[in-house]
């Protein structure tokens, strides 16, 4: 049995994002960390996106950032400006990579790959290399199974590159709504690299997941409407349950992380700064406090917020590209970005809920207490 102080269950975002904090406040000068993960090495396999408000805290893994970004339907197109807080995207091989070199310099953090986790008792983590003792763990697995009401955001990306120009590469496709909206809710995704270089994906909030050669036809079908014509260089695929994880086994010696820690944002998907705000407060608690102080995943009013928004996105996805539109027409871009990433404030949060369908929104919410209350 090998023995460390903190033990890490999964060696992705979440999991690295906390082990470089820790390593970088020093919390690991004198204590040992292990991180236990299934991947045998780390490659390219997807991107993260999010609005910046701490000063590009990855700058090296930043492939792109954006000032403007767009919003369509109905052929109605938004340009909303966000120089205050830039549209960011990160390379994961490059993520991995920059964060792999800092934690290799330290010699108190041991990375075990191709490590399947069998069992877990208590402190004992069982797996296929050997049993693992931590006075802490920290756990990214995620044990809550979606329910047959529950949606799903799921979405399949292509990375194009063209010999045309065909790009702006000064402002993305945050929602493209001009495409076929049948059994959920449906927009194409746009990142611009360059001039000649783009993400263009297409994403579904709904039920049920779509089959690879569904999401294929979709690409393929945006492509021959706007006349691109290029190398796929690079694909990804992504399934996020919109659901709330049951974190009752949390204590001071196993916390989890993550989307375990519920630090997806339920509404959107985006997990990246949630999970980079998470981290820092957990390994600042432990050097400071030298215990662990678990954070906060968010206000809970954004938890409440998102249910009644996933209740109307799953009872009526056709209305869906109208209310988001309105949301981002009538509201400045900084009061709908803080909104989206946990930070806005009451007023805020009113200016929001008074651009949503009064009485579909109502409605919902009356449903919503007469099912809490059962």
Known sequence: MKEFDYIILG????????????HKLGCLQYKTLCILEKRNKYDRDKNWSYWDFDNN??????????????????NQKLDIDCKHSPYRTIDSKKFYNFI????????????????????????????????????????????????????????????IETKKEVFNKKILDLMNFDCKQDN???????????NKKALIETTWYSNKIKTRREYQDEIQTYLELHNIEGKITFTEFGVIPLNFQNTNYATNIHVPIGTAGNLTRLSTGYTFQAIQTF???????????KKIIIPSARPKKYNFLDEILLHVIR?????????????????????IINFLTDRSNFIEDIKIISTMPIILFTKTLFQYVLRWKK
Not at 132 to 152: C, E, Q, W
Not at 279 to 289: E, R, V
Not at 315 to 335: A, D, G, Q, V, Y
Request: proline fraction near 4%; charged fraction near 20%; aromatic fraction near 14%.
């Open 184 to 194: 959920g809710l449906h927009f194409f995704y746009i990142l611009p690299f360059t």
């Open 100 to 159: 792999l070199q800092n934690l290799n310099k330290n010699k108190n953090i041991k990375i075990v790959n191709n490590c399947k986790i069998l069992n877990i008792k208590k402190n004992i983590i069982k797996t296929n290399k050997d049993l693992f003792l931590g006075k802490i763990i920290f756990d990214s697995l995620v044990k809550t199974k979606p329910s047959k009401s529950s949606i799903y955001q799921h979405f399949f990306g292509v990375e």
């Open 57 to 74: 805290l990855f700058s090296k893994c930043v492939i792109k950032s954006w000032n403007k970004f767009n919003v369509i339907w109905k």
């Open 315 to 335: 009872n009526n996805p056709k209305r869906m590209p109208s209310i988001f539109f309105n949301l981002f027409k009538k509201n400045n871009p900084k009061t």
């Open 11 to 22: 060696g992705g975002l979440s999991g690295l994002s906390l082990a470089y904090h820790m």
């Open 279 to 289: 981290s820092q407060s957990l390994a600042l608690s432990l050097k400071q406090y």
